[in-house]
């Protein structure tokens, strides 16, 4: 009996299906939201395992409760995410589908001897821990940052002010809550790392030695993939994405009404949406996160420093 709990296919339906009634209790999701969260925490949970799925989890409640902070004010600052805060099934499946992609990546690496020896299973879980931390940053961020004290700036011009909610706005809270957001899912595998390694793929080696550059890897690997990846999110969103203007109070939005009335299009390609920018900075983030897992990070904080030697001297 107790073997039979304890095989992942039912561990895993026990486990979801308690934390599944505790989010559509809490209105986190809606009936959509909830059977694709329970496809994309099942799977993660079955092929990425448990450290894998703290990890996932940490961004779907920490999403779900940072929604509903102070959701009237944000509703009154019209920056409020629509029915009540309540996430449907296109923000689970937009928010969950790289990192369920990159879970079932790590199973099978785990299962080709070629690819566990050159590492992979630790690369990938890499990239997951990237898209993860991406979009953890970002979602926590936009939900927390608009009660920044000080006007946000726009990414493309960081001397313009611009009003909260606008598409890619940074403010230094935002940044802030993003490198915060890396720091916890980073502590979040470390702990199962020193506590429990084999739930970290790739990190206990065939003859049982655990790799400790990995373990060290751990959290600058999530502050900078959440910290970047957030950066590349607002700036993909800024250039991209459709935006419109409120022509009351002069905002910058991807909402089509604004201050009760309706807005104008002023640019970006008008089928990019808010979904594809989170994909594509989630993408980006998971590769940085692969780069990362695979040592890199010389080479990435030497690009890095370059590139901004580069920008600050013209
Ligand atoms: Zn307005």
């Known amino acids: 009996m107790f073997e039979m709990l304890t095989h992942p296919a039912v561990s895993g339906l026990l486990v979801m299906s308690l934390i599944g009634a505790l989010a559509y209790k809490a209105h986190f999701v809606d009936i959509s939201g909830l059977v694709a969260a329970f496809v994309v925490g099942f799977t993660i949970w079955y092929t990425g395992g448990v450290a894998s799925f703290v990890i996932i989890l940490f ?56 690819l566990t020896m050159a590492g992979w299973p630790f690369f990938l879980f890499g990239g997951y821990v990237g898209s993860v931390a991406t979009t953890s940053a970002d979602t926590l961020a936009s939900e927390i940052g608009v009660f920044s004290k000080s006007k946000p700036r726009l990414i493309t011009n960081l001397r313009r002010k611009v009003p909260s909610g606008t598409i890619g706005a940074v403010s230094l ?32 080696v065939a003859n049982g030695i655990i790799v400790w550059d990995y373990v060290i890897f751990l959290i600058p690997l999530s502050i900078l993939t959440a910290f970047i990846g957030c950066n590349i999110d607002s700036l993909l969103g800024a250039v991209l994405q459709n935006r419109f203007v409120c022509e009351i109070c002069g905002a910058i939005t991807d909402k089509e009404f604004h201050c009760d009335y309706e807005t104008k299009y002023v640019g970006g390609f008008k089928r990019f949406t808010n979904m594809h920018v989170n994909l594509g900075s ?8 692969i780069v990362l897992g695979a040592g890199l990070f010389v080479w990435i904080l030497g690009g890095l420093f370059f590139w901004i030697a580069a920008s600050s001297s013209n």
């Not at 937009?94 to 299962?111: D, E, L, Q, V």
């Not at 890396?182 to 199962?192: E, M, R, S």
């Open 59 to 114: 961004f779907f409640m920490s999403a779900g409760l940072a929604t509903k902070y102070k959701y009237k004010a944000k509703m009154k600052k019209n920056v409020a995410q629509e029915g009540k805060g309540k996430r449907s099934w296109v923000n689970v499946f937009g928010s969950g589908i790289i990192p369920m992609m990159f879970s079932m990546a790590m199973y099978i690496a785990a299962m080709v001897p070629e």
């Open 173 to 204: 809270l935002g940044q802030g809550v993003a490198i915060f957001a890396g720091l916890f899912i980073g502590v979040i595998a470390l702990v199962f790392a020193l506590i429990a390694p084999t739930t970290i793929p790739g990190l206990v």
């Open 282 to 289: 989630s993408a980006l983030g998971s590769t940085l996160g």
